[in-house]
T-cell receptor, first 114, second 114 residues
Framework: KAGVTQTPRYLIKTRGQQVTLSCSPISGHRSVSWYQQTPGQGLQFLFEYFSETQRNKGNFPGRFSGRQFSNSRSEMNVSTLELGDSALYLC?????????????FGNGTRLTVT | QKEVEQDPGPLSVPEGAIVSLNCTYSNSAFQYFMWYRQYSRKGPELLMYTYSSGNKEDGRFTAQVDKSSKYISLFIRDSQPSDSATYLCAMSARSGGGADGLTFGKGTHLIIQP
């Protein structure tokens, strides 16, 4: 079974631009979560989608947004990029968003903002 | 005080040694506890998943949870150079991480010397 797939693997953007990252979950997984990983803050929860609805959101500004499609694939968008947005963005999926359903991560998209 | 504390290391041990990795936490609501392993340029890979207190063993890995002390551990027996990676503890209150997001430690960098 294929794992979580994220595209692209690497991105370089300029301050002020916007970016869209894509995630395909493991087949059959309907919950998709996004995390930001930086050396200073570690892994931080961005948001989670289940059945095309955002169910929870972490403590990030409104420039960070996402959506989920009917096939469970998800995208996240960052507008008006700042230097501090440089990070590894990780997508994770789980079978259902309830008990005993751990997250499985993709290999991430490395975003560099210059 | 951060919600989850984890010594960043690096922790360097000889091949074959028993490795002990630990995290402490402050939120008594946490019930689900996980250990992830992350290699360079890869996403976190789920190693162990436990609910509430107790021990769980899987091959060379043993996870322990002591909720009364708010302390979790991961033991690696017969450590191998291929175990060299960053080990992240993670926890959540309501599920395996889908709905309410996981709270991560910053990770311990482990080096197994051949």
């Amino acid at each position: 079974k294929a794992g979580v797939t994220q595209t692209p693997r690497y991105l370089i953007k300029t301050r002020g631009q916007q970016v869209t990252l894509s995630c395909s979950p493991i087949s059959g997984h309907r919950s998709v979560s996004w995390y930001q990983q930086t050396p200073g803050q570690g892994l931080q929860f961005l948001f989670e989608y289940f059945s095309e609805t955002q169910r929870n959101k972490g403590n990030f500004p409104g420039r960070f947004s996402g959506r989920q499609f009917s096939n469970s694939r998800s995208e996240m968008n960052v507008s008006t990029l700042e230097l501090g947005d440089s990070a590894l963005y990780l997508c994770a999926s789980s079978l259902v968003a309830v008990n005993n359903s751990p997250l499985h991560f993709g290999n991430g998209t490395r975003l560099t903002v210059t | 005080q951060k919600e989850v504390e984890q010594d960043p290391g690096p922790l360097s041990v000889p091949e074959g040694a028993i490795v002990s990795l630990n995290c402490t936490y402050s939120n008594s609501a946490f019930q689900y506890f996980m250990w992830y392993r992350q290699y360079s340029r890869k996403g976190p890979e789920l190693l162990m998943y436990t609910y509430s207190s107790g021990n769980k063993e899987d091959g060379r890995f043993t996870a322990q949870v002591d909720k009364s002390s708010k302390y979790i551990s991961l033991f690696i027996r017969d450590s191998q150079p291929s175990d060299s990676a960053t080990y992240l503890c993670a926890m959540s209150a309501r599920s395996g991480g889908g709905a309410d997001g996981l709270t991560f430690g910053k990770g311990t960098h482990l080096i197994i010397q051949p």
